[in-house]
């Protein structure tokens, strides 16, 4: 029984800590965050608002969902960004497109 409980709270202290992976996750936000509120804003021009809604870290990469304000109108556009090699991320996907969504409306 004693050894069970040792073996339990060994077990438990190891998935505690943090993984190494972990201490690049606010990077990676951020950086995802920066890229893709540039890349919005360079699609829907200059008359845009862009706000933040929320960005989640994936095991994949990052999702980061956008609130675009043009004309009155709201939009909500979500950015998917993939971590690539050296600690680096690239947008692998802003649906909808924000420049097909605006022609279409």
Do not use: H, Y
């Not at 409980?5 to 993984?19: E, H, Q, R, V």
């Not at 951020?30 to 989640?56: H, P």
């Amino acid at each position: 029984m004693k050894t069970t409980l040792i073996a339990a709270l060994a077990l438990a202290s190891i998935f505690s800590l943090a993984s190494p992976a972990a201490a690049s996750d606010a990077s990676d936000r951020s950086q995802a965050i920066q890229i893709c509120r540039t890349e919005v804003a360079n699609q829907a021009g200059a008359d845009a608002q862009i706000r933040l809604d929320q960005a989640r870290v994936t095991l994949r990469g990052v999702r980061v969902d956008l609130d675009v304000w043009r004309n009155g109108q709201l939009q909500n556009v979500r950015c998917d960004v993939s971590r690539v090699a050296d600690g680096q991320v690239a947008i692998a996907s802003i649906t909808p497109a924000v420049q097909t969504a605006s022609l279409a409306q």
